[in-house]
Nanobody
Framework: QVQLVESGGGLVQPGGSLRLSCAAS????????MGWYRQSPGKQRELVAT???????THADSVKGRFTISRDNAKNTVYLQMNSLKHEETAVYYC????????????????????WGQGTQVTVSS
């Protein structure tokens, strides 16, 4: 009923920049917090940044000053601007949305509490 679709990943050189996007589709009324996570091979998924519906942001210490999360509520879209990328930040980046209120195919108002995208690969390499 609700899908998150990430885009913007790819190959970038160390020190380079990428901008990730994640659009939520469906008949959506509202979304609470949205966030970005990443997972490298052999490692646990880790939080990168979150943003509340009101625009309050948090960023992991490792990305502060280099990454910026933002969102467009009218488009149900969250972004992650990543600058000064490092080799060790190669990972699959996942979008997350909490408490997505939507209209189901049965015309019922539903809430999906923890919604994830399929992930987008970011490779930082020279």
């Amino acid at each position: 009923q609700v899908q998150l679709v990430e885009s913007g990943g790819g190959l970038v050189q160390p020190g380079g920049s990428l901008r990730l996007s994640c659009a939520a589709s469906g008949r959506i009324f509202s979304i609470n917090a949205m966030g970005w996570y990443r997972q490298s091979p052999g490692k646990q998924r880790e939080l990168v940044a979150t943003i509340s519906s009101g625009g309050i942001t948090t960023h992991a210490d490792s990305v502060k000053g280099r990454f910026t999360i933002s969102r467009d509520n009218a488009k149900n879209t969250v972004y992650l601007q990543m600058n000064s990328l490092k080799h060790e930040e190669t990972a699959v980046y996942y979008c997350n949305a909490d408490d997505v209120v939507y209209l189901s195919s049965s015309w019922l108002k539903m809430t999906e509490y923890d919604c994830w995208g399929q992930g987008t690969q970011v490779t930082v390499s020279s």
